[in-house]
């Protein structure tokens, strides 16, 4: 009984005391963007523990007991602003509020654009708050890691890597199944064989924050299972001029012996500029016609020839410079604009070894055995122009981005060619000499406005015009065998000395949004309605043409000098050039996507919220080509039309005030790589290719991930999710043969993946085990994956008959999935005085084994094996002008091998390794001055 009633007795004096409480409530603007809400900022009532952050409107509310107090508002890179306060029990006392950045200077080393949004505290309460699964990374946390780019950025991210030029893995999942937006609209790539634009040529100082959704919301476009990659770039918040210039040394690479195109050895060369030096001859015109060079033609035509120069590779170089102004306009209006633009270069060397198979009725060997040393020269230049407009009630946005890079290759493969004529004793030299040149240019207008004073009713709309192109002019190769004194024995006929120009031009791609949300519910309008419709469509068209010679004498010439002989055989009409261009030599691609959407956000109490919706997609793919035989042949035409309804559910309850338990389900697709479909064989000068197959169909997944997630203070949090995926028909990587037993690369639709998995993520500040550790903090994230692919005995042919299955095994992992994979990153903060801060961080991360192409004919799998990369980075703020950078990358350097698996059903002769180089160990060193 006395138990009962000190209970009853507690319970009465806290309902008293909470009676006697009042609140303190209201909203925290921000004047550097036109007094728009600032949310995420810290309210606390000074001198206390008592606190709370401002909600994504900016409102935050406090209950307190009566008395008189002082409320701080903070934010990071933001002024401290106070206000005084008294609060009467059982009333509620409004104090808004605004902070602005004034002469607060920061002391991260890359410039922020948009104030403290981009802080690494400010993204984690994001995370913590909002209503869908979302993980966001920004300028400071890019920074502080050493971060140069936005692909490198966002491997600092859980279950994202970065593979070679394959581009980023999500969850293990390939490239093919992840999609970007800029600025919220849609992009195109610039590398039709990849299915985003490569993210290292976004440099971090145009990149506010980015945004990744790994599960779906109805706003976002529906092709992705792996991740959508959301890029918002920055904008002049403030005036800032700043310029870099960096340096690096790979130690394989630079100021090493290197190969290169006699054509790019020059000024123009230096620049990337060397693209007009090897376009295909004006006089072919549009249409193949087998035309025959004549002796002056051919020489008047080529400039670019098949000499090299062997070079003593320099340094690596960069240079960027950024310059952003704001200004302040009558009636609260301000206008602002950044412009940046960053060029640079680099020399890259790779050995190692490069083998394909052949199939007897022994058993399986290699065809091919080759060492390969590969020699790239890229350039990158990458321009960003932002204009931004803002009133009260009115944002306007326009962007400018344009960016060209070029990649001059020599490739040298030396040893057996074709394992039935040649030895270890008669070793062939293939050399192939390419340029990769792809230009882009997006244009993007955006815009939103409040219909509404109160801003409970707004509108946003955005449109962008993009045009790309990619091509590789007079990719040209030859082979022999080599002679003492570096020379070369080679015969001039057929496919030896021929010479390819691919073009892949994006005509137009147009990307389209427009959307309403209506806030309601009471006072605290916590609940949002939004519909919206957002699309794109796209138009390219291709031309692979080809130059082959006639039979003529043999070169016997130094290897890196054999134009002069070349030339003078032209010249007395020993052999002359030919266009050999089949009628397959064009294909036109049509595709898009249009969908309205509905969501709703609505929250049930403090605790639950839920964000549901649909979106109805509908996609189409036309695709035009002929097949072999006469240039004058109608195209074929195929059409692939599909509309999907794809619903999602996004729950959020909040245990408590600082963890959350999270739910999300949802339907989307996959679209294929645009050369994984398209109807073209690309051929390389070993006789492997890689072939198009424009008969895939897009595979469907159904997706469910719940999450627990705790944000133990400001800088720390700690993560643990599982989740599930099926895929019906995914879309793989293959190998195959051809008649002559060359190796073909080519895409296929499994009949079913079932994936699941775990993923594990915390910021742990090290001050928590020793007060002597507070300046240290431990990032690691892990995810864990089982796959389960179902292969379908038979297949169906576009003639609607059935063949069996050519795959070596009916159940195997899902083909570019690892069962696991690790980054983590220690980072230690010091300061040697008052103006001289640094950051110094070790980053880690190691994926699993992979299927890189699934097996076939009787043949096991291709697996890629782990690669682990260690990176050291040491960012110093020198002063209030000078920063500088140093890293050093790949410590480890381990090989990057790809092995034939154990598992094939017939006997395999010789050394499982297919494939295998080392990147080296890079250290690079940048200076920044902000005037």
Known sequence: MKLKFLFFTLFICAIGFSQNKGTITGILLDKDSNNQSLPFANVLIKGTKIGTNTDVEGKYTIAIAPGNYTVQFSFVGYETTEVPVTVIANETVTVNSSLGSGSYKLKDVVVKSSGGREKETALLLEQKNAAVIKQSIGAQEMSRKGVSDVEEGLTKITGITKVGSRGLFVRGLEDRYNNLLINDLAAPTNNPFLKIIPLDLFSTDIVGVIEVYKTFSPNIYGDFAGGTFNIQTSKGSKSVTKINIGTSYTVNSNLKTFSLSKDADSAEGFFGLTADNRDLPALLGDTPSSHVFTPTESLNSFQSGFDVSEIKSPLNTSIGLLHSEKFSLTDGKNFSYLFSINAENSFSIQEGVDRTFRYQSTGIDYKTDFVTTDSHYKTALTGLLGLNYNTNRLKLTLNSLFIK??????????????????????????????????????????????????????????????????????????????????????????????????????????????????????????????????????????????????????????????????????????????????????????????????????????????????????????????????????????????????????????????????????????????????????????????????????????????????????????????????????????????????????????????????????????????????????????????????????????????????????????????????????????????????????????????????????????????????????????????????????????????ELGDNSTVPVIGNPLTDSYKKGRGFSLSLGYTF
């Not at 949004?513 to 006072?523: M, T």
């Not at 995926?725 to 073909?744: Q, V």
């Not at 928590?768 to 692919?789: E, P």
């Open 405 to 898: 890079t070029t990649d001059n290759l020599i490739k040298d493969q030396y040893g057996v060619a074709n394992a039935e004529t040649g030895t270890g004793e008669n070793k062939t030299l293939i050399r192939t000499n390419q340029l990769d040149q792809s230009i882009y240019w997006n244009n993007q207008l955006g815009g939103e406005f409040a219909l509404t004073e109160d801003k409970n009713q707004t509108i946003k709309a955005g449109i962008s015009y993009a045009v790309t192109k990619y091509d590789q002019p007079d990719r040209k190769a030859f082979s022999g065998a080599k002679t003492p004194n570096n020379g070369i024995l080679a015969s001039i006929a057929g496919n030896n000395f021929i010479k390819q120009y691919l073009e892949i031009t994006g005509n137009t791609y147009l990307s389209g949004l427009a959307e309403y949300s209506l806030k309601f519910g009471g006072v605290d309008k916590n609940n949002k309605l939004t519909v919206g419709y957002n699309g794109n469509t796209s138009d390219m068209e291709s031309s692979y043409r080809f130059i082959s010679p006639t039979a003529g004498p043999n070169i016997d010439a130094p290897l890196n000098s054999i134009d002069e002989q070349l030339n003078a055989y032209i010249a007395s009409g020993a052999f002359h050039f030919k266009e050999s261009s089949n009628s397959t030599y064009k294909a036109i691609l049509n595709e898009g996507a249009n969908a309205g959407y509905a969501n709703l956000l609505y929250k049930f109490n403090e605790k639950l919220e839920a964000n549901a919706g649909v979106r109805v997609e509908s996609t189409n793919r036309e695709t035009k080509y002929r097949q072999q035989g006469s240039f004058d042949e109608p195209f074929e035409t195929l059409k692939y039309d599909k509309v999907y309804f794809l619903p999602s559910l996004n729950l959020k309850y909040g245990l408590n005030e600082n963890s959350n338990i999270r739910f999300a389900g949802g339907v989307t697709y996959t679209k294929p790589v645009i050369m994984e479909a398209y109807p073209i064989e690309y051929v390389n000068a070993d006789g492997t290719s890689m072939k198009g197959n424009p008969f895939l169909v897009n595979s469907d997944n159904y997706n469910l991930d719940l999450k627990y997630e705790l944000f133990p203070t400001s800088k720390e949090m700690f993560a643990v999710g599982i989740f599930g995926k099926k895929m019906e028909s995914p879309i793989e990587r293959t190998f195959t043969s051809n008649a002559a037993g060359s190796t073909i690369i080519t895409y296929l639709n499994s009949d079913n993946a079932i994936l699941y998995g775990a993923e594990i993520e915390f910021i742990y500040d090290l001050g928590r085990i020793n007060t002597n550790l507070s300046d240290f903090s431990l990032g690691f994230n892990t995810s864990l994956m089982s796959t389960k692919v179902e292969v379908s005995p038979f297949t169906t042919n576009p003639d609607g008959s059935q063949s069996e299955s050519i795959e070596t095994h009916q159940t195997r992992d899902l083909q570019g999935a690892s069962n696991w994979l690790i980054n983590s990153d220690l980072k230690y903060q010091f300061d040697f005085s008052q103006s001289w801060s640094n950051t110094v961080s070790l980053v880690y991360s190691v994926f699993g084994k992979r299927i890189y192409a699934v097996g076939t004919n009787n043949l096991d799998h291709i697996y890629e094996l782990p690669v682990q990369q260690l990176d050291f980075v040491w960012s110093s703020k020198l002063s209030e002008h000078f920063d500088l950078k140093f890293s050093a990358d790949n410590l480890i350097d381990p090989s990057r091998e790809f």
